[in-house]
């Protein structure tokens, strides 16, 4: 079956290194996001892709980066990480449009 | 600006029905979404209104009135799976915006 993978699902890190978030889908899809979750703010769009080679930035893209070059996979890269960053990160992706996404399981990072 | 509305938290009895609104000061969406998460889990999507109206999927129906700027989801024959957390969000442009979700507490 498609799915949307995202690892680690786990992350402790120190402030300052610099961190990859893996996300992998199989369904063919062209669009995929990333978002972080924290108490109080919901879901806040990062950077998204429309499609290979296309990125773009989103609410809160301020010291992450993304790069896409196929269509499986958008990696998010925390280029310095920062006790601000320490949230439960989700990656998505969709057929079409932005109203339907499907979410992989999250990644919980701690920057310590 | 752009910004969606729900109540943080919402109470019901196991079989009852209860409606989760969202309202939202934006303009130019392309439709209203619906998203549910169980604690320690993944958003899955629920429902879609691209239209004015109600559409029904099972135990979920959701509404979308643009002229009122106002949706809702209703949940009906409250099952304790159900408790969770729903989120509205609306598509803009090339972005999808979410509110800040609302937690629905099912009582026995």
């Known amino acids: 079956d498609a799915e949307i993978t995202q690892s680690p699902r786990h992350k402790i890190t120190e402030t300052g290194r610099q961190v990859t978030l893996a996300c992998h889908q199989t369904?063919?899809?062209?669009?995929m996001f990333w978002y972080r979750q924290d108490l109080g703010h919901g879901l806040r769009l990062i950077h998204y892709?429309?499609?290979?080679?296309?990125?773009n930035k989103g609410e809160v893209s301020d010291g992450y980066s993304v790069s896409r070059s196929n269509t499986e996979d958008l990696p998010l890269t925390l280029e310095s990480a920062a006790s601000s960053q320490t949230s439960v990160y989700f990656c998505?992706?969709?057929?079409?449009?932005?109203?339907?996404?499907?979410f992989g399981p999250g990644t919980r990072l701690l920057v310590l | 600006g752009q910004s969606l509305e729900q109540p943080s938290e919402v109470t019901a009895v196991e079989g009852a029905i209860v409606q989760i609104n969202c309202t939202y000061q934006?303009?130019?969406?392309?439709?209203l979404s619906w998203y549910q998460q169980h604690d320690g889990g993944a958003p899955t999507f629920l429902s879609y209104?691209?239209?004015?109206g109600l559409e029904e999927t099972g135990r979920f129906s959701s509404f979308l009135s643009r002229s009122d700027s106002y949706g809702y989801l209703l949940l009906q024959e409250l099952q304790m799976k159900d408790s969770a957390s729903y989120f509205c969000?609306?598509?803009?442009?090339?972005?999808?915006?979410f509110g800040k979700g609302t937690r629905l507490h099912i009582l026995p």
């Open positions: 209104n691209a239209l004015d």
């Open positions: 369904w063919n899809h062209n669009n």
């Open positions: 892709s429309y499609g290979v080679q296309d990125t």
């Open positions: 934006t303009s130019g969406f392309y439709g």
């Open positions: 998505a992706s969709s057929v079409s449009g932005v109203e339907t996404q499907y």
């Open positions: 969000a609306v598509g803009i442009d090339d972005k999808i915006i």
